[in-house]
């Protein structure tokens, strides 16, 4: 079955630690995002991928990294400068080229505490 | 630009009551309207979209949206609510040649029994 897999659903991270989440499709998706959720704020951008190789910050990227080297992987570094990291987030893709008006299929999502 | 008001962040209804959910959009060219439905600690799911065709739109779980341009509104409604329809609820729009959808807060629907 085609879809978006994160991991881990939990996870735990330290103070001063970084912290990788994991972001896979199989939709042959060109764009791909990271979203953060907080309760009652809805989804809020992170970073946000066309294409391989190429990225952009979103609307709160300070704190936070990624990479696409891979067409269907879009791994979220949740690095230690991120003061808040305490969040549910989301991985999604789309068809992405401008035009499309492509719905977002989403992943299950990521659960991080900061202990 | 393109910008997504919903209004009320709970919305409370009887389980067999009547489901509205209202979504306003700015945008300076048609957009195209999506209302997603999220579970507890899931991903979202689409629900529905609107991309300039009937502007009454169908979509799962017997849930359905119209788009009234004048009014500028793409309200969600389903004529009886289920326990199992409780989860929050997005509404996002896409115009202007974006690929990257703005989405309302969302709306938390609560059923009682």
């Known amino acids: 079955d085609g879809g978006i897999t994160q991991s881990p659903k939990y996870l735990f991270r330290k103070e001063g630690q970084n912290v990788t989440l994991s972001c896979e499709q199989n939709?042959?998706?060109?764009?791909m995002y990271w979203y953060r959720q907080d309760p009652g704020q809805g989804l809020r951008l992170i970073y946000y991928?066309?294409?391989?190789?190429?990225?952009q910050k979103g609307d709160i990227a300070e704190g936070y990294s990624v990479s696409r080297e891979k067409k269907e992987s879009f791994p979220l570094t949740v690095t230690s400068a991120q003061k808040n990291p305490t969040a549910f987030y989301l991985c999604?893709?789309?068809?992405?080229?401008?035009?499309?008006?492509?719905?977002?299929?989403f992943g299950p999502g990521t659960r991080l505490t900061v202990l | 630009a393109q910008s997504v008001t919903q209004l009320g962040s709970h919305v409370s209804v009887s389980e067999g009551a009547l489901v509205l959910l209202r979504c306003n959009y700015s945008?300076?060219?048609?957009?195209?309207l999506f209302w997603y439905v999220q579970y507890p600690n899931q991903g979202l799911q689409l629900l529905l979209k609107?991309?300039?065709?009937?502007?009454l739109v169908k979509g799962i779980n017997g849930f359905e949206a119209e788009f009234k341009k004048s009014e500028t509104s793409f309200h969600l409604t389903k004529p009886s609510a289920h326990m199992s329809d409780a989860a929050e609820y997005f509404c996002?729009?896409?115009?202007?040649?974006?690929?990257?959808?703005?989405f309302g807060r969302g709306t938390s629907l609560i059923v009682h029994p």
């Open positions: 999604a893709s789309s068809g992405g080229l401008a035009g499309d008006y492509n719905e977002q299929f």
């Open positions: 939709l042959n998706h060109d764009a």
């Open positions: 991928s066309q294409i391989v190789n190429d990225f």
């Open positions: 945008s300076s060219v048609p957009p195209y």
């Open positions: 609107y991309t300039s065709a009937a502007t």
């Open positions: 996002a729009v896409l115009s202007g040649g974006s690929y990257i959808p703005t």
